[in-house]
């Protein structure tokens, strides 16, 4: 079995389909599929390019405004964010701006460009991100780099379900989909990195950078 992508343990045979295997972590109980069964760069931007996002898409807009509503109300004026892997159309940050809020965009397809992941931000969003990103654990660790202290980490994602649940689950249909994070993987990297976790909805949740300290 492979080993897992964000916390690198052994790995069990979780679940097979017709298209391929799923191995689940007892450590971190992510949902994973093994390498062999990753798409090349190419042929997931093909995937990709299917996908019509852009700012006229009202629906579209409605299903952002579940993560960006309860994060504007929680921002303070002026803040400045970052989409990772905001897609062509980079939505969120029109979105944003309607509030007078920054945010800056960056997707490894779309808006490739890398100098927006050398500075710090009030805000990390990942809407329908997370589960396409193959190196889990290197992604934290790039995401922790970028929020300031007292910073959100916004995630939209579905959470695993049940293993009975699992069986008829389409989010798993998507072949660029290969990491699936449980509520209980979202706890284990929040004590991981010293983060606090708040469950916002059903497949979105905030991760709290805690404030400096106050030296007495």
């Given amino acids: 079995m492979s080993p897992c992508p964000l916390c690198h343990h052994d790995t069990a045979a979780f679940h ?63 803040a400045m964010g970052l989409d990772f892997g905001c897609g062509e159309g980079a939505v969120l940050s029109q979105m944003a701006a309607k509030h007078g809020i920054s945010v800056a965009n960056y997707d490894l397809f779309y808006h490739p460009d890398t100098q927006v992941l050398h500075q710090l931000y009030d805000f990390v969003c990942l809407t329908e991100v997370i589960e396409h990103i193959a190196d889990a654990q290197a992604l934290i660790e790039q995401l922790s780099q970028l929020l300031m202290l007292g910073g959100i980490l916004a995630v939209m994602t579905k959470r695993v379900p049940s293993a009975a649940a699992f069986t008829n689950w389409s989010y798993k249909i998507d072949p660029t989909h290969i990491n699936f994070y449980a509520l209980e993987t979202f706890q284990w990297i929040a004590q991981q990195q010293g983060w606090l976790l708040e469950v916002i909805d059903s497949d979105v949740v905030f991760f709290h950078v805690p404030a400096a300290l106050d030296i007495a």
């Fill in 16 to 78: 097979q389909d017709n298209k391929r295997p799923y191995v689940r972590c007892p450590q971190c109980l992510m949902v994973s599929v093994p390498k062999t069964f990753y798409w090349d760069e190419a042929a997931e931007k093909a995937h990709y390019d299917c996908h019509h996002n852009d700012f006229a898409n009202a629906g579209y807009q409605l299903f952002l405004s579940r993560t960006l509503t309860p994060l504007l109300a929680q921002l303070a004026p002026g």
